[in-house]
Nanobody, 116 residues
Framework: VQLQASGGGSVQPGGSLRLSCAAS????????MDWYRQAPDKQRELVAT???????NYADSAKGRFTISRDNAKNTVYLQMNSLSPEDTAVYYC???????????WGQGTQVTVSS
């Protein structure tokens, strides 16, 4: 299983970024996909989740600003992030707990830096 995240970068406060995570080696369409983030000296935290049917859940910090989506034809999950603030600075990871093997898989992480 491979999760390849991309789309991170540096942006000014109020800006937007779109993260992508391409999955391989799993039956993508049946799995719940997540985005996590880890800021320096902080624990990794769940940001957003999307079920196989497209139902979504968000951390309070992400509600109203972030949108998680998926394209099963491309085996890809996205995280659209708007109105970014310095508090959103972190390494962002995509994650899946395989429904077949019940194992956890993580992408390599993509850095998001929000600063003026």
């Amino acid at each position: 299983v491979q999760l390849q995240a991309s789309g991170g970068g540096s942006v000014q406060p109020g800006g937007s970024l779109r993260l992508s995570c391409a999955a391989s080696g799993i039956i993508f369409s049946i799995n719940v996909m997540d985005w996590y983030r880890q800021a320096p000296d902080k624990q990794r935290e769940l940001v957003a989740t999307i079920s196989s049917s497209g139902n979504t859940n968000y951390a309070d910090s992400a509600k109203g600003r972030f949108t998680i989506s998926r394209d099963n034809a491309k085996n890809t999950v996205y995280l659209q992030m708007n109105s970014l603030s310095p508090e959103d600075t972190a390494v962002y990871y995509c994650h899946v707990n395989s429904r077949v093997s019940n194992r956890n898989y993580w992408g390599q992480g993509t850095q998001v830096t929000v600063s003026s």
